[in-house]
């Protein structure tokens, strides 16, 4: 079957989205699919990332996302006309301020110049409404837009299933999307006991108890929690895992508080890691600690590279908590409206091998389930059908 997948962002640009285009693209290649991925131009160079041996033709031809750009897409599409076209959205990516009509168009000029079936894949719906004029207008595009897309796409895809939940209430259940939760950005990668030794080391631990956070600095993350851990466990350390350039006004500010608390001698903070080096770090914690605004959810890919990693966790249940995080088996779930609890569940999972070894393999055996590309793959072909 010839499948088009269509993203703003692939690598080498960084982010979620581009990391999920990438490996959905390859494990639909591996099940024995033609790819191909209509992308932006400045993510010329990807064709070669990463060195895999499927084949998925990358097409970075798109100058921008305006009305132009998506006439063109919508020929390119039509031209190569694939089985499926599987669009990836998030509102900021395709538009200042995420107000971008045009890409809420493209489902509906598809239809026209080609026989696709059209996949909505929801990452992000919408910014929640604000009595500031400018984030009300933000709100109400992205709704519009949101409604143009679900009118335009065959079928519609959601990570989680409070996105599921706001889609069929915006719609009055006239819409019915379909849960498939996002795989992890870091895979494992084999390493070494010396490796992870060396590891631990360079990111300042030795035999003390290591706890980690990976891409902790981003929109939603609450990097003060995790740096609060550190005063209320002593001799602790904290390795803060990956980032963006567009993160270092957050980096300064944690920096900051950890300062102010005084336990900046037992925060590392590595930037942009390579995915191999990411892999190896992930290994070398004792614990993953997981603050996300909306709780262990299965739209983060920062928590199923832990999952994926064996990872004894720590997180919030949040809003987007969903009923697969079994509290004590999988993870050990906090409540978000007490501090102290956080604490409390690191220092009970630090204080057990017994419990952190039924996390880990709880975690590994979650992740096998329900969370490996191959198995989005398979659910995103069911979608397709």
């Known amino acids: 079957m010839k499948i088009a997948l269509v ?39 990807a064709a070669g990332a990463p060195q895999r041996p499927t084949a998925v033709d990358v097409a970075p031809t798109l100058a921008d996302w305006g009305m132009r750009s998506i006439v063109s897409a919508a020929r390119q599409l039509g031209d190569t006309a694939p089985d499926v076209v599987g669009l990836q959205y998030v509102p900021a990516m395709y538009g200042r301020g995420g107000v971008a009509p045009a890409i809420a168009l493209l489902p509906l000029a598809l239809r026209r110049v080609t026989r696709a079936r059209i996949v909505g894949v ?48 915006w719609t009055h259940h006239r819409l019915a999307p379909r849960v498939v939760p996002v795989g992890a950005n870091i895979v ?23 706890l980690g956070s990976l891409s902790p600095l981003g929109i939603g993350e609450r990097p003060e929690r995790l740096v609060a851990l550190l005063r209320d466990l002593p001799s602790t350390h904290l390795a803060l895992l990956g980032g963006l350039p567009t993160d270092a006004r957050r980096q300064t500010t944690v920096l900051g508080l950890a300062r102010r608390l005084g336990v ?99 975690a590994r055996r979650l992740y096998l389930r329900h969370f490996t590309w191959e198995a989005i793959a398979r659910q995103f072909l069911e979608v397709a059908a």
């Open 122 to 169: 929801m990452h992000e719906l919408a910014l929640g409404w604000s009595l500031h004029p400018r984030r009300a207008v933000q709100a109400a595009a992205h709704r519009a837009q949101l409604g143009l897309l679900a009118w335009g796409c065959h079928r519609l895809v959601v990570t989680n299933q409070r996105y599921a939940d706001l889609l069929r209430a």
């Open 188 to 210: 494992p990668s084999a390493s070494s006991p010396h490796e992870r030794a060396a590891m631990r080391r360079a990111l300042g631990a030795g035999e003390e108890p290591l």
């Open 264 to 362: 900046a001698d037992r925060i590392k903070l590595t930037g942009y890691i390579a995915p191999r080096d990411a892999s190896c770090a992930l290994a070398a914690l004792d614990v993953y600690v997981h603050t996300r605004d909306v709780g262990a959810s299965t739209r983060s890919t920062a928590l199923v590279a832990a999952l994926a990693h064996g990872l004894p966790i720590v997180a919030y249940r949040g809003p987007e908590t969903a009923e697969i995080f079994v509290n004590g088996e999988n993870i050990m779930l906090a409540p978000d409206d007490n501090p102290g609890a956080l604490a409390e569940r690191v220092r009970l999972v630090l204080a057990s091998p017994a419990l952190r070894a039924r996390l880990s393999d709880g």
């Open 7 to 45: 993203s703003a962002d692939y690598p080498p640009t960084a982010g979620g989205v581009a990391d999920y285009t990438c490996h959905l693209g390859h494990a639909l290649a591996d099940l024995g699919h033609s790819i191909q991925v209509l992308t932006s131009r400045r993510t010329r160079g």
